[in-house]
């Protein structure tokens, strides 16, 4: 039994095999013709369909309008370039324009702190310690080359010196010629001038000899003084009897105002044998800047007096 359906099994598995073979065969045929009589599509996959493409929402892609993958990427290198989005596309930048007119200024900032008042006489101190520093240094500087020596007798030391101050107003000036100064009458003295003789001296611009009126140029302590030289020889030959109110009177007055302002005073008789006396006042006044001094005569007595050329007045800057 066995050996009559051995044959009829190999028989029929050589059977199946030839129709397996010709079964690839076909199919392979058929692949290949439906491939060459399908045209190529190009259009990109996400193009726009029809509403009649469209059913239930979803997209239909006929069998005969397949994808090609090498077409479709053909297409996308050779697309052109301006298709790029605005985003994507370089942006250029603008150049720089010249620079615009400049700004208002800013608030002004906060005053800073007063600097420190240096005065004539701290520069001086200064000095003198830079100049006895010095000094020092040399001479230990000499004392290490040549031994131990003493200075010179005619180094003086800074500490021995006095400083001296440079006096920046101050004047010395005569009455130019007479003045007649009649009887009860106070005047004021002008026209005086600079005698050409050394000694005298005009320094600063506070003095007017025309007018006899010195003007305080800074706020200050200020002496000064006169030496008028009277005549009374009108006195002496009046037939009137001297009295006891009969004086002379020399003042150097603030702003003309003798009574007002403190003033320098000098009060002498005429009991004088001789025919010419002099009357001297001096003194300190402290001037305001701007304030001026002035020599006036009062003469108390019943007979006109005569005042001399060359009587002197002089004045000077102190202090402040």
């Given amino acids: 039994m066995w050996c009559g359906a051995g044959p009829l099994a190999v028989l029929a598995a050589v059977f199946w095999t030839q129709c397996v073979l010709l079964d690839g065969v076909d199919a392979k045929k058929e692949r290949k013709r439906l ?7 190009t259009e990109p996959f996400n193009a726009t369909l029809s509403n009649s493409e469209e059913v239930g929402g979803s997209i239909r892609v006929p069998d005969n309008q397949r994808v090609d993958p090498l077409g479709s990427w053909m297409d996308f290198v050779k697309r052109p370039v301006g298709n790029f ?7 250029k930048r603008p150049l720089p324009g010249p620079p615009g007119p ?5 608030p002004q ?16 101190q200064d000095f003198k310690e830079m100049i006895k520093e010095a000094t020092e240094r040399r001479t230990a500087a000499l004392e290490k080359q040549n031994g131990p020596s003493q200075l010179p007798a005619a180094i003086l030391t800074l500490e021995g010196m006095t400083s001296y ?7 010395h000036c005569k009455l130019k010629g007479p003045v007649v100064v009649d009887k009860k009458t106070l005047v004021e003295l002008q026209n005086f001038q600079t005698p050409p003789a050394k000694g005298a001296f005009l320094r600063g611009s506070g003095m007017d000899q025309s007018t006899g009126r ?4 800074v706020t200050g302590i200020y002496q000064f003084s006169a030496n008028i030289h009277i005549d009374h020889n009108e006195v002496k030959r009046s037939k009137n009897q001297l009295k006891a109110r009969d004086n002379v009177r020399v003042l150097i007055c603030i702003e003309s105002l003798c009574h007002r302002y403190t003033s320098l005073e000098m009060i002498v008789g005429l ?16 001037l305001q800047a701007g304030q001026y001094t002035s020599i006036f005569v009062d003469n108390a007595a019943g007979a006109s007096i005569t005042i001399q050329n060359g009587s002197d007045f002089m004045g000077m800057l102190l202090g402040v």
């Fill in 214 to 217: 010195f003007t305080a140029p």
């Fill in 271 to 286: 009991e004088s044998n001789s025919k010419i006396f002099t009357v001297s006042v001096q003194g300190l006044l402290e």
């Fill in 85 to 91: 989005p605005g985003k994507c596309r370089k942006r």
């Fill in 109 to 124: 900032g906060p005053p800073g702190s007063p600097g420190a008042e240096v005065t004539q006489e701290v520069l001086l």
């Fill in 165 to 171: 101050r440079r006096i920046d107003e101050a004047f």
């Fill in 102 to 106: 400049p700004g208002p200024p800013g």
């Fill in 35 to 41: 491939k060459e009589a399908t045209p190529q599509h």
